[in-house]
Nanobody, 122 residues
Framework: QVQLVESGGGLVQAGGSLRLSCAAS????????MGWFRQAPGKEREFVAA????????DYASPVKGRFTISRDNAKNTVFLQMNSLKPEDTAVYYC???????????????WGPGTQVTVSS
């Protein structure tokens, strides 16, 4: 069983930055690919970014490519999402998740955190 906890969300103005963290309860986080998803009110949960068990490859959804960066520190069992040039449409609850391999599909992820709220004001 893998427990994930996100942190780093908050309120930021458009154009600002936030760094989300996802801490895992296991020492073997390196055996999982990790993903970030988000869900805005009234919308489906959508893929944001993913990283393989090592540092490469990574994958990004088109709306965030070039603005967001996913990374991981396996020694600290933590995954990060650096979000720059934030836009109001980035407002959502952000979730991290763990999967056996890199994927954009929600169904591929076995473990999920409770989420952290990101609000971007215009």
């Amino acid at each position: 069983q893998v427990q994930l906890v996100e942190s780093g969300g908050g309120l930021v103005q458009a154009g600002g930055s936030l760094r989300l963290s996802c801490a895992a309860s296991v020492r073997t986080l390196s055996t999982y690919a990790m993903g970030w998803f988000r869900q805005a009110p009234g919308k489906e949960r959508e893929f944001v970014a993913a990283i393989s068990r090592g540092w490469e490859p990574t994958d990004y959804a088109s709306p965030v490519k070039g603005r967001f960066t996913i990374s991981r520190d396996n020694a600290k069992n933590t995954v990060f999402l650096q979000m720059n040039s934030l836009k109001p449409e980035d407002t959502a609850v952000y979730y991290c998740a763990a999967a056996p391999r890199l994927s954009r599909l929600r169904a591929a992820y076995d473990y999920w955190g409770p989420g952290t709220q990101v609000t971007v004001s215009s």
